[in-house]
């Protein structure tokens, strides 16, 4: 004992031996000692501790070329995206093998061959490797090589291509994926990486098509989208938003109001009840539009534009509207540059969400001076029904408020955020 006289206080310690060569790998193993907070100083033993783990790794790391339950073993761990250092729970490793067609006594000889090729760190209970404790990934660059020979060359690759694809748009689904490829460059598959960058490209330019044909022109397979479909909608929200649907592009417009076409030709929309469809060529290449003292009223979701098409609602009786279909493509923002040539009024009217702020943002960018209907954090408060904001909804949300850009919609936003809910255009139908 050693500093001024006291009295031991004992907390029970696990100890670790020093590092022993035993058939081809390092061990080492652990016993519980009671050792004095104070002093340090371990208590006394009539008889040898008994051991209550042991570790076990390899002298030297290695990349080695894997098959079987080997190679299955690299692969969930692998996809855990592990941090060097971190204990994984043994059962669950074993669990996800079992899962895959792995039984125990296959997965534990696997798990030793990545561990004598220096890729993991073993933790049993005991000295006698009686139950697996825990897994410790030491190399996690090395493992993923070893799982998917070659992915690591390819992730840089494709992350290179998604950050070029990225560069320069100015859009807050292409700043979405921006993050993405930031964030989960150590993790995320080629495929998914060229994805996100493509689809975020594809709405930043803002002209809708059918999946597969964006999927064929794009990922070189008809049906490649539909296998990455629920990874990109995760990452950037649903496709039908961003431009990608199951048909063709198609700019709906409705109410009270007269188009006027390249030729010539024009069209009275109170004629062709409740609205009609151009295609993006008919859109995008139309001369002039003439609207009702009303204006033209961008509306996000299809239930809310046919609605309003039909008279619906009263306090928006009388005018023209325009179905943004999600984000606006290039057909929506012809109409709303049209409507504002003439000199009419434009009016924004999305969901209670981030993305329906963006959209609406988007309108207003096409049309300076836009105003918005039922956008406020009053209508949010007030709404008939109201939803909690998923996880990743929450994070965007805080992401965007910390870029400090303040409009007319920022309160919104921040409303949001404070009741963690959001509400649909729909539930205004009421």
Known sequence: MTGSPHVCRYRPTLVWSTWARVEGVRERTARRVPVCEVCGQERPARHPRVAVAMEQEADMAGSPLLAGPALEAARVLERRGPDAGQPIPGRGVLSKLGAR??????????????????????????????????????????????????????????????????????????????????EEAASISPELARAVALVARHAAEGEPVAERVFSTRHLGDSKALARLRASVELRLGPLGALGIRDGGALTLVGGVGRITLGNGTWLDLAATPPFLGLSRET??????????????????????????????????????????????????????????????????????????????????????????????????????????????????????LRTGAVDALTPTLAAMRETGEWAEQECFLA
Not at 133 to 155: N, Q, W, Y
Not at 286 to 310: H, K, Q
């Open 283 to 400: 859109a995008t290449g139309l001369y002039a539009v003439s609207l009702p003292s009303a204006g033209l009223i961008a509306v996000e979701n299809l239930t809310v534009f046919d609605a309003c098409c039909r008279g619906e609602l009263a306090t928006l009786a009388g005018a023209a509207f325009v179905w943004t279909a999600g984000y606006p493509g290039r057909g929506v923002k012809a109409i709303v540059e049209a409507a504002v040539k003439a000199g009419a009024p434009v009016t924004a009217w999305c969901d209670l969400d981030l993305d329906g702020v963006r959209i609406a943002r988007l309108i207003a960018a096409a049309a300076p001076g836009t105003a918005f209907f039922r956008m406020g954090p009053a209508d949010l408060i007030g709404a008939p029904r109201r939803l909690r904001l998923g996880e990743r909804a929450v994070r965007v949300l805080e992401r965007e």
């Open 101 to 182: 067609g792995v039984p125990g006594s296959a997965a534990v000889p696997a798990l030793e061959q990545l561990m004598r090729a220096g890729l993991l760190l073993l933790r049993w209970d005991g000295p006698g490797r009686r139950d697996l404790r825990a897994v410790i990934v030491r190399d996690p660059d090395a493992l993923a090589e070893a799982a998917r020979p070659g992915g690591r060359v390819a992730r840089e690759a494709a992350l290179v291509e998604g950050r070029a694809i990225l560069e320069r748009l100015e859009h807050p689904v292409a700043n979405e994926a921006r993050r993405v490829l930031d």
